[in-house]
């Protein structure tokens, strides 16, 4: 239970983290530019303490769920030299897409990570085919069933089999009967004797084991080669980021609904991902990082108040009709959309999330 709970505080503050590099984005381009900012705050009031550097009050506060950044006039109403108002549009829009940008350098640090220690990526078995260096490993073993009993441990892989689904069933065939598994431990390979459950528990397979296909899908670069990979696989997955976001509506919105794989998923489940990907090892869990800050920062773009890419929109028209859109009319849209995204928040979290964690905290606990 403690390392379940150790794997969800890592996993919930990884994800915290990438809001504070999002906000530190919008922080220093307004420092650059000689904006005034009131305050940069880690989670969200009410206040745990703040100290004042400058003219800036840092802050910790109660509600850990992002971060922010209070910038002088981003509000409106205010237009002098030190507001966000008083700057050039072009400006701006730079302060805007700061918290964006930051995203995609967070990206490509993870990602040059990546590329300096490797990953194991997990693989369905309809991608196995192509792929030469894939494993079936142990994710979990149940305690007193059939692996547990004989020894089976997290982390072996089973060899001699392609495709999970064909040892699912040759253990479901072999019930009762007893087989003999090749298993690879570290650098070691031996054979293991088990029989497979007739009558297993509901929920659970005949042997008792948690399976999962991975292949070394990002190999370890030099030291010199890391920041480069970074880069272009940055750009792969941004782009791959919005052919899939475009295909996702264009299927929604023609009445196909969701495309298979596609899974909904608020801070809870994202939460509940990132946790389920420590288990594969600090490679793949830092691409996974990476690639939610690539989509996040997508996300952000997206011309919807209450986004930096609503922002961005309100920006547009500020410039071709020569003024701003009048303060009270921006808050009161930015409002309803924030309010219809936490509405949405809200029901995914309900819908999906809290399933979701229900059923990785049933699963930790069995192991």
Not at 10 to 17: E, K, R, T, V
Not at 23 to 35: P, T
Not at 98 to 121: C, E, R
Request: proline share 5%; net charge positive; no cysteine.
């Amino acid at each position: 239970m403690l390392s379940t709970i150790l794997t969800l505080v890592i996993a919930f503050f990884s994800l915290i983290a990438l809001m504070i590099i999002h906000e530190f984005g919008h922080f220093i381009i307004a420092k650059k530019f000689g904006v005034r900012v009131d305050e940069f705050g880690i989670g969200y009031p009410p206040k745990i303490f703040g100290k004042k550097i400058g003219e800036t009050i840092y802050s910790i506060n109660w509600l850990p769920l992002g971060a922010f950044v209070r910038i002088y006039g981003e509000e409106g109403g205010i237009d002098d030299y030190r507001s966000f108002m008083g700057l050039k549009i072009w400006k701006r829009v730079l302060i805007v897409i700061g918290g964006v940008v930051a995203f995609w350098m967070a990206s490509i640090i993870l990602f040059t990570i990546v590329f300096g220690i490797g990953a194991n990526i997990p693989i369905g078995d309809q991608d196995v085919q192509g792929v030469a260096n894939s494993q079936i490993k142990i994710i979990n073993v149940e305690s007193g069933s059939p692996a547990g009993l004989a020894g089976l441990q997290e982390g072996d892989s089973l060899l001699e089999f392609k495709k999970i689904k064909d040892f699912q069933d040759f253990a479901k065939n072999h019930a009762g009967q007893q087989i003999s598994l090749k298993i690879q431990r570290d650098n070691k390979v031996f054979d293991i004797n088990l029989t497979p459950r007739t009558n297993p528990a509901p929920g659970q397979g005949a042997i008792g084991v948690g399976l999962e296909r991975l292949a070394t899908l990002i190999n370890k670069h030099p030291w010199y080669e890391a920041p480069l990979q970074g880069v272009i696989f940055t750009w792969q997955t941004t782009a791959n980021g919005i052919i899939g976001l475009y295909s996702l509506f264009a299927n929604m919105f023609s009445g196909k609904g969701v495309p298979q794989g596609a899974e909904f998923a608020g801070p809870l489940g994202i939460t509940v991902f990132l946790a389920r990907a420590v288990d594969y090892g600090p490679g793949f869990f830092l691409y996974f990082i990476g690639v939610i800050s690539v989509f996040v920062a997508i996300f952000n773009l997206f011309p919807i108040p209450a986004l930096d890419g609503g922002k961005l929109i309100f920006l547009a028209i500020e410039k071709i009709m020569k003024k701003p859109v009048p303060i009270k009319i921006e808050q009161n849209i930015t409002m309803i959309f924030f309010i219809l995204l936490i509405s949405l928040s809200i029901f995914v979290t309900i819908r999906f999330d809290i399933p979701r964690f229900s059923e990785f905290l049933k699963s930790s606990l069995q192991r």
